[in-house]
């Protein structure tokens, strides 16, 4: 059985490159009939592949996957085969390193689609493979190209709109998970992974690969590789320390109804019911003094060593500005209706 497969329509520059790619229905673990069809419509034979297709070879494939009962796929191929853009047809027989622009984006679609988690599949080597881009109302545009696109719209009487330049796109333009709300698309990358129930306030930021179980409020920063649990809280201006930001190989992640103050942040994994006090920022090496129920000192300990803890307390004492952590006993408990995306 393969690992995914994707029918895209996508864009290229002028020398034909892939640009970026639109999967609509990607699939995650193909089965045999597929497969089988695949093989025979497409010349398909094994390994990860990105395979540019015509009309005609989308129309054959259309009836192919139709006579077996692949009607979603089918009816996909059929309107694919009257695009004005490429389409391409991308299989991975396995989740091995990306080696082209098409399969990257189709790995960045499971994610988003919630067909796979953050850290679940193989990104390393994608920086290479998705050129840095002008993302435009008109959709993405080559770097190279940029200047003749804006002069031919001026002459036509338009104006083209650069949103961004950078590598990844905003997910929304790709897709839109079920029960999420999303102040400011530009704020989410393709590639996020937005559980049902999150809420996405302004200031707040969901990188690739990294996300939110579901039923949370996001205000801050959710880095790259850095997952946050179910009912947890991110304060304004907060931050989560990313693989990409100076975290190095530590998986930092967020437990499961824990509050994040503003302008505070992490470099540990939290566990479930943990709080961070506004303005406070603890990294791995931050000397933390614990106190026990009389807050009394135990002993003075690295941050790291609290990593996954769950109900915790992290604070600074105001007189002596002492990192202080106590056994934090009261839940972080979300508004339901404020949660509620339907």
Not at 206 to 215: H, L, R, S, Y
Not at 252 to 268: F, K, R, T
Not at 304 to 313: C, G, I, M, T, V
Not at 320 to 340: P, Y
């Amino acid at each position: 059985m393969s690992f995914a497969f994707g029918i895209g329509i996508g864009t290229q520059n002028n020398q034909g490159e892939w640009l970026e790619v639109f999967y609509q229905q990607p699939v995650m673990t193909p089965d045999n009939t597929l497969m089988d069809v695949i093989s025979n419509a497409l010349d398909y034979n094994s390994g990860n592949q990105a395979i540019n297709v015509t009309a005609e070879q989308l129309s054959q494939f259309a009836n192919a996957l139709r006579q077996v009962g692949q009607t979603e796929q089918a009816a996909l191929a059929e309107r694919a085969a009257n695009s004005k853009r490429p389409v391409v047809v991308t299989v991975l027989e396995t989740d091995d390193t990306a080696s082209s622009t098409p399969e990257v984006y189709l790995k960045l679609h499971l994610i988003s689609h919630r067909m796979a988690k953050p850290h679940g599949l193989k990104l390393d080597g994608i920086f290479g493979l998705l050129p840095n881009l002008a993302w435009t109302n008109e959709g993405a545009v080559d770097l190279n190209e940029l200047s003749d696109r804006q002069l031919q719209a001026r002459l036509e009487g338009r104006t083209l709109e650069v949103k961004s330049v950078d590598k990844f796109p905003q997910m929304t333009d790709y897709v839109i998970p079920k029960g999420v709300r999303i102040a400011d698309t530009s704020r989410v990358r393709l590639g996020a992974y937005v559980g049902e129930g999150t809420t996405v306030m302004h200031e707040g930021f969901i990188n690739f690969n990294a996300g939110t179980e579901g039923t949370s409020m996001i205000e801050g920063r959710i880095s790259a590789g850095v997952m946050v649990g179910k009912g947890s809280d991110l304060g304004g201006g907060c931050s989560t320390m990313g693989t990409l930001s100076g975290g190095g190989n530590i998986i930092i992640a967020v437990g499961e109804n824990c509050l994040i103050g503003a302008n505070a942040g992490i470099g540990i994994p939290l566990g479930d019911r943990c709080k961070v006090e506004a303005g406070l920022y603890i990294t791995a090496g931050t000397k933390v003094a614990l106190l026990d129920d009389n807050n009394a000192l135990v002993e003075v300990i690295k941050a790291r060593d609290l990593a996954n803890q769950p109900d915790l307390l992290f604070r600074r004492n105001s007189q002596t500005g002492a990192v202080e952590c106590k056994t934090n006993k009261t839940a972080i408990e979300l508004n339901e209706e404020l949660h509620a995306n339907n």
